[in-house]
């Protein structure tokens, strides 16, 4: 495991920020943190990244404990925080190998990582002179710079345009080939685009922890017949919880189950004789999904 959470507790004073959260994440895997603010989010990120001590609770790094082994917890770890401190005086290589010398890092690996994040234009430009999107490239420069297998990323599309945007989105994509991403986000879209994973935290305790690929569970079919069916007619069909009709013909049918229903309903029509006008399947996006869980 790259990272192991085991009952994390924090309090502060009497307020309970984390209420024991346990979670482990495999190598390989982009997984993105969602909450409503003051969900723990930050807290947990906090303590992972050994800024913070949890008041409960054990927490491991590719296998060094959080709380004895700080040291090494920080080599394996890359951290981009949401307010990303850049020193806005220096130009972009030099605050690069500034960061090197600090990790001892080989300084020769500076320009590949410099390509790598797409920073070659502005490579001998001061960082106060960049777009936020550039900044964030920076950041994450530094965060991949000692070459760590976990990478923690705190709001790191945050304020982009839609170009910056696509560009982190695909070197964030990239780099979780190889390596652990944990990110946290308010943004759904950009953890439906690039995450496998997502975790949920609301009132500082996990409501929601699943694979990308399972949220296709609660799936809606739509269907439109030549001819209005009664709702107790599609009690015969596997693991429906729910029929709507819209209006007509047209039906939205609501299934608790991993596996593609259309194929069910269209033979659910072929047997009794209907003709089939349009038929999709809608799956709950991850928007609607959180604000059931967090309301």
Do not use: W
Not at 184 to 193: C, D, N, P, R, Y
Not at 288 to 293: A, P, Q, S
């Amino acid at each position: 495991m790259s990272i192991q959470v085991d009952n994390i507790v924090k309090k502060y004073g009497e307020q309970e920020a984390l209420k024991s959260i346990s979670f482990s994440l495999n190598k390989g895997e982009i997984v993105g943190l969602l909450g409503p603010n003051g969900a723990g989010k930050s807290t947990l990120m906090k303590i992972l990244t050994t800024y913070i001590k949890p008041t409960s609770g054990k927490a491991t790094v590719n296998g060094y404990d959080i709380d004895e082994e700080t040291i090494k917890v920080r080599q394996n770890i890359g951290y981009l925080p949401e307010h990303n401190p850049l020193y806005l005086d220096m130009y972009v290589r030099e605050y690069l190998l500034y960061n090197a010398s600090i990790y001892k890092v080989d300084k020769d690996k500076i320009e590949g990582l410099i390509e790598q994040t797409g920073l070659s234009s502005h490579a001998n430009k001061k960082i106060g002179e960049l777009s936020k999107g550039f900044r964030q490239r920076v950041g994450l420069a530094a965060a991949l710079l000692h070459d760590p297998e976990v990478l923690i990323l705190d709001e790191p599309t945050t304020g982009l345009d839609p170009n910056q945007l696509i560009d982190i989105r695909e070197l964030i994509k990239k780099v979780g080939k190889e390596k652990t991403v944990l990110l946290s986000t308010h943004i759904m879209q950009e953890v439906e685009a690039m995450c496998d994973r997502v975790i949920i935290l609301h009132q500082g305790s996990i409501v929601l922890d699943k694979k990308m690929d399972a949220l296709i569970q609660n799936q809606i079919i739509e269907v439109e017949f030549d001819f209005r069916l009664e709702e107790v007619a599609f009690k015969q069909l596997p693991h429906l919880v729910k029929v709507e009709s819209l209006s007509g013909q047209l039906h939205q049918l609501h299934f608790d189950t991993e596996e593609d229903m259309r194929a069910v309903v269209y033979d659910f029509a072929k047997e009794q004789g209907l003709r089939t006008l349009q038929l999709h399947q809608k799956s709950p996006t991850l928007e609607k999904l959180f604000i059931e869980l967090t309301q």
